[in-house]
């Protein structure tokens, strides 16, 4: 990787340049404010230069997409911010081998906009489109169809990086330890500028979808074992709230697809001008954050119920529109906003294949607790790339959003957070809030392995998150704004995180 290990000049708090501000930041769960200065560069010679400038003067900086991470992963108290969105544009595709080149600001939202009526779509999805390529890097996010496909970086052929130690393009092949500690490496190896990533080819823009109810969590898992050669995208709605008069918990929904072809099409009798075209909308947008928040445990029992009845029992070969299968909570614009000012955290974690019974206990102690979350998502996992920060590996994922402040909510996590370590299993950091420092080396047993390679790209820890600050992934641990919040002391940190925030 040419430029990288050469030495770092130390100097004191930069200046703030022309087009910078000091704003707060927070994460999409909404807790945890911090104030940073936010750079928006214009392309990536800019994001490159306020990379070297910073590396130069001795502040620390850290990439931006568009703040999907839950948690405090893309906020950098008293450093610099750089927010990448503008650079979002298409630089070249070849439909020989379905390869794009693109900046990494470009949302995966924008690119299906311009991929889909072309006949190309993107290998992996998270459960939004609103999240930038390079913070689907950065994460190495996983979709729906991770037991068969893993997760995005598997599709990603290179990338152009500025890390302070120099300006690179990584392959897999050239630079496997850059390539790999920067794929979930959550910003902390540097500022990914392009990305070349391979598409998919599709016949059209919808999915034929089966769905089907499961009574409980344990025939629930069932199911999506059996399904995974017939489906390439699979996914259960579990409600944690629900116990029967059997005592039975996890009564899910399963919607499992494929993308649909023509053939589908006409088969199932819909009839559409184009088979291609792609205009997904916001239905509605909360305006506001209300000043309480709007999930209540009888708000969130009576949603689950109802989201569970209106589900047919066994439905066959449905077309949905792509944008309806994958992205359901996108026609809701800012609805993080119903969690009101305390915010709210969305807890995932993954146990392997084997710790079945952790899901389960998991499950029964949300149920037990009365913890309102709305509608859990339990996925299946194949192989984990070889990043040493991957969080997929193979077994069973859950994820929930749980509101903060609720009496109790810390004390139940931390108590699964150790279950969860205990069965070789960890929480996703991209996700995450509140985790404990002190198990993150066991959650992700390769931090070290990890921490030499951003060494090498960082030898001065120019990159810094609050994420990384709290949880030690560089260094020791600092306490942090996203923990307190977390554990109900209140949302907006503000200004006053700036105090604590020098390295
Ligand atoms: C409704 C919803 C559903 C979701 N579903 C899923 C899911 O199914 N699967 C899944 O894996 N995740 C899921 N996520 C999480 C989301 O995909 C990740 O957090 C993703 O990283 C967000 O991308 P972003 O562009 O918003 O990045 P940000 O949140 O802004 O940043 C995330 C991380 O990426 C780093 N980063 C951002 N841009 C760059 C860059 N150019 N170079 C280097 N580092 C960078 C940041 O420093 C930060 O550490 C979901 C989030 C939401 C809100």
Known sequence: MTGLGSGRARGTARARQAGEEVRLLTGWGRAGWTAATVAVPADGAEAEKAVRRTAETGGTILP????????????????????????????????????????????????LRWSIPRGWFVPVTPGTR??????????????????????????????????????AEITPEGDPDAFWATAGGMGLTGVVIEVTLELIPIETAFMSVDTERAPDIGTCMEMLARGDGRYRYSVAWVDCLHRSRRGTLGRSVLTRANHAGEDDLSQSGVKVADPL????????????????????????????????????????????????????????????????????????????????DVVGRAVSLLADRRMPSLLAVLKR????????????????????DLPLGIEGLSRLLDEIDVMVADAGGRVYLAKDSRLRPGLVERMY???????????????????????????????????????????????AAGAGALAGSQR
């Open 64 to 111: 931006r997409g568009l703040g999907r991470s839950y948690g405090d992963a893309a906020q950098n108290a008293g450093g610099t911010v750089v927010d990448l969105t503008r650079c979002d544009r298409i630089v070249s595709f070849d439909a020989a081998g379905g390869l794009l080149r693109a900046e990494a600001g470009l949302s995966i939202g924008a690119l």
């Open 130 to 167: 609103h999240v930038t390529l390079g913070g689907a890097l950065a994460a190495d996010v996983h979709g729906k169809n991770h037991h068969r496909d893993g997760s995005f970086a598997r599709f990603v052929r290179s990338f152009r990086i500025a890390a302070p130690a120099g300006t």
């Open 277 to 356: 075209a792609f205009s997904p909308r916001e239905v509605v947008r909360l305006p506001l954050a209300p000043p309480a928040r709007l999930v209540s445990r009888t708000g969130a029992a009576l949603f689950n119920e109802l989201w569970y009845r209106r589900a047919p029992r066994r439905r066959e070969g449905e077309i949905q529109p792509v944008g309806t299968y994958f992205h359901p909570l996108d026609a809701v614009g800012s609805w993080n906003l119903a969690y009101g000012p305390p915010g709210f955290t969305q807890y995932q974690f993954v146990v392997p294949n084997g710790s079945e």
């Open 381 to 400: 996992f194949g192989p984990g790339d070889p990043s040493p920060l991957a969080f997929p590996a193979p077994g069973w994922t859950l994820a929930l």
């Open 445 to 491: 047993p390769r931090l070290d392995e990890w921490r030499s390679v951003r060494r090498r790209m960082d030898p001065g820890g120019v990159l810094v998150s609050d994420l990384g600050r709290r949880l030690g992934l560089c260094g020791a641990p600092q306490p942090s704004a996203g923990r307190a919040a977390a554990a109900g002391a209140g949302a």
